[in-house]
């Protein structure tokens, strides 16, 4: 069975730091798209980064706070998240997509992770 675990989220104040991982399960997700999407109470989901091979993307949101990294070697992804606001409050979600398109549409993602919260105290 394929899967993708999240895990690492909390609640920290802001102006802290967190650091969420995405392992994956049941195949290979090395030539994948990995990546994070977010959903806030009350809104739609929402990108936040993706990573493949040597490319990154991220959300403007989150530039220069953010930054995706990957150990193919062990199928995970991670997102360390510095600089959190209030904002940045929501459930966050681990997705894999083999899309050749960069970046993939949203529904092109095939497998997501069940979520993991972040809640950023003011």
């Known amino acids: 069975q394929v899967q993708l675990a999240e895990s690492g989220g909390g609640l920290v104040q802001a102006g802290g730091s967190l650091r969420l991982s995405c392992a994956g399960s049941?195949?290979?997700?090395?030539?994948?798209?990995m990546g994070w999407f977010r959903q806030a109470p009350g809104k739609e989901r929402e990108f936040v980064a993706i990573?493949?091979?040597?490319?990154?993307l991220y959300a403007d949101s989150v530039k220069g706070r953010f930054t995706i990294s990957r150990d193919s070697a062990k199928n995970t992804v991670y997102l360390q998240m510095n600089s959190l606001q209030s904002e940045d409050t929501a459930v966050y979600y681990c997705?894999?997509?083999?899309?050749?398109?960069?970046?993939?549409?949203?529904?092109?993602?095939?497998?997501w992770g069940q979520g993991t919260q972040v809640t950023v105290s003011s």
């Open positions: 990573h493949r091979w040597r490319s990154q």
């Open positions: 049941g195949r290979t997700f090395s030539n994948d798209v």
């Open positions: 997705a894999a997509s083999r899309s050749v398109q960069w970046p993939p549409r949203e529904r092109d993602y095939n497998y």
